[in-house]
């Protein structure tokens, strides 16, 4: 089953948190995930979520999540899609640019995704 995935990284690339959606499509805001980001602000390096169909770009919704994250924490966070053949990142609203190489737990984003 396809669905869209959450980990939040941390320095060193560390897992902090993951979740899913019931949805290839939509990761409904999470009341869980805003604590955890939260809890783990101070060493949080990157949010990632997958686009299981696609596309390899940032969304309306995560342009606006993304800036709203960033004015919460006063710092640019990086960002990452993950699509079944590309990821991509940026930081706060900087350019966009394929991940390459893509870091290890690109991978378990892509399991958990059902990819």
């Known amino acids: 089953m396809l669905k869209e ?11 902090l ?10 990761l409904p805001d999470s009341r869980t995930r ?3 980001i939260w809890a783990h602000r101070a ?20 342009l606006t999540t993304m800036a709203a994250l960033d004015s919460a ?3 640019s966070l990086r960002y990452c899609v993950v699509t079944p053949r590309l990821t991509i990142t940026r930081v706060g609203a ?4 394929p991940l390459h ?7 378990l984003v892509r399991l958990a995704s059902g990819l």
């Open 5 to 15: 995935v959450c980990f939040l990284i941390g320095r060193g690339d560390a897992i």
């Open 17 to 26: 948190y993951a979740d899913a959606s019931r949805s290839p499509t939509a």
């Open 34 to 36: 805003w604590d955890a």
């Open 43 to 62: 060493e949080l390096d990157a949010v990632v979520h997958s686009h299981p169909l696609g596309p390899a770009a940032f969304s309306h919704e995560d």
């Open 73 to 75: 924490l006063g710092r």
């Open 94 to 97: 900087g350019a966009v640019f």
């Open 101 to 107: 190489p893509e870091p290890w737990w690109v991978g």
